[in-house]
């Protein structure tokens, strides 16, 4: 197989782990977050885990191209997940919040960076690839969110009486569906693009 189809191999799947790994990491996110009586030890040990099901399908993915990569990956993520989450509320109070986005995803990338420059060549490319892949995936989302609720949103119909419980079944619809459209979307845009940083960074290994 050619480099260049091994690289493409890698992109896709890449995407393909963001997607997968972000919508686990959402569900079991509002499963952990939507319980009562969460405290700070409940918090940590929830990033924790969402942390680890982000980053341990991208660790499997990335052992198989380079040797460069240990299990580290995996907790030096959980680190960036947790610390990203604790300044997000003070940097969306100072930002716009897309722009805010953006430095929590670099703030997040900072701690997997520590990994990638030892062997890597302009390993900082990942803190930017990250900021810059949040902030536009969010956009994109905002936009794919709209659209898709308005071509999948029905005029209501039946009697008035109803009316009401209708309504609420096709605004339930109208949400999950577009939700998860914006979801795909999304992940697919943040993977797209640090797929392609990674790509790039593993074709320029660093000489020792």
């Given at each position: ?30 499963l952990i977050f939507t ?174």
């Amino acid at each position: 197989m050619s480099n260049i189809a091994i690289a493409w191999k890698f992109w896709i799947l890449w995407v393909l782990v963001c997607i997968g790994g972000g919508i686990g990491c959402f569900i079991l996110g509002f499963l952990i977050f939507t319980t009562r009586n969460q405290n700070s030890l409940g918090a940590f040990v929830g990033l924790s885990m969402i942390g680890i099901l982000w980053a341990t399908p991208q660790y499997l993915l990335l052992k198989n191209y380079t040797p460069k990569i240990n299990g580290i990956w995996v907790l030096v993520s959980v680190a960036g997940t947790i610390a990203s989450s604790v300044i997000a509320g003070y940097i969306l109070k100072v930002l716009d919040r897309n722009l805010g986005w953006a430095v929590i995803g670099a703030v997040a990338a900072i701690f997997p960076y520590l990994v990638l420059r030892p062997h890597f060549l302009r390993a900082s490319s990942w803190i930017l690839a990250n900021g810059v892949g949040l902030f536009i995936s969010i956009v994109t989302g905002e936009v794919v969110f709209r659209v898709v609720s308005k071509a999948i949103e029905q005029p209501p119909t039946g009697d008035a009486g109803d009316s009401g419980l209708s309504a609420l079944a096709e605004a339930t619809s109208v949400l999950f569906y577009s939700s998860l459209v914006t979801g795909v979307v999304s992940l697919g845009t943040y993977g797209a693009i640090t797929g392609g940083t990674l790509v790039w960074l593993l074709r320029h290994p660093r000489r020792k």
